[in-house]
T-cell receptor
């Protein structure tokens, strides 16, 4: 499978717990993006990397959120001290610089109870 | 502040009909306008995209019409099929890059009735 892979597909966690999601982009893609999508809304930009460098972060990405892409390949998104408002679909996408657009993964659905 | 406004929120079309979804943007710096299609449980998939130097782009049954002066663009799906039933998002970005940060509309849920 040469698509964008996200793990886990679903995560249920208790409020206050930490969670970590993983994204494996298409191997030749140097850009990687994280978006968040709530029910009935379009995806909202969180952050993106070019290779291992995090080039932009949204104001939506509070201090409780951190993303890494240590070797310019896979990426992780961690949410600390989860809140009910963090419940959403977290989408990862990748692209090649100068390419025609993104390829999204199927997302990780987070439910905070 | 919603930079990309999309309408309608939902749309029901008969098989073989034309589906039309509209978007309006505010930031004149936007210079790349894609449409994405999303099926339940899947991530969005790029359908078609346009840059502001052309007024129309057609790919198969899908056409984007772009009106730079009105800051509006629309997606037309000709000969709509039940398999087209999905949520459609318009988006915009700036910096002449198809791989820059995207600002998405709120989506249109399309149902094509057989």
């Amino acid at each position: 499978d040469t698509g964008v892979s996200q793990d886990p597909r679903h995560k249920i966690t208790k409020r206050g717990q930490n969670v970590t999601f993983r994204c494996d982009p298409i191997s030749e893609h140097n850009r990687l993006y994280w978006y968040r999508q709530t029910l009935g809304q379009g995806p909202e930009f969180l952050t993106y990397f070019q290779n291992e460098a995090q080039l932009e972060k949204s104001r939506l990405l509070s201090d409780r959120f951190s993303a890494e892409r240590p070797k310019g390949s896979f990426s992780t998104l961690e949410i600390q001290r989860t809140e009910q408002g963090d419940s959403a679909m977290y989408l990862c996408a990748s692209s090649a610089t100068g390419g025609y657009g993104y390829t999204f993964g199927s997302g990780t659905r987070l439910t905070v109870v | 502040q919603q930079q990309v406004k999309q309408s309608p929120q939902s749309l029901i079309v008969q098989k073989g009909g034309i589906s039309i979804i509209n978007c309006a943007y505010e930031n004149t710096a936007f210079d790349y306008f894609p449409w994405y299609q999303q099926f339940p449980g899947k991530g969005p998939a790029l359908l078609i995209a346009i840059r502001p130097d052309v007024s129309e782009k057609k790919e198969g049954r899908f056409t984007i019409s772009f009106n730079k002066s009105a800051k509006q663009f629309s997606l037309h799906i000709m000969d709509s099929q039940p398999g087209d039933s999905a949520t459609y998002f318009c988006a915009a970005s700036k910096g002449s890059g198809a791989t820059n940060k995207l600002i998405f509309g709120t989506g249109t849920l399309l149902a094509v009735q057989p």
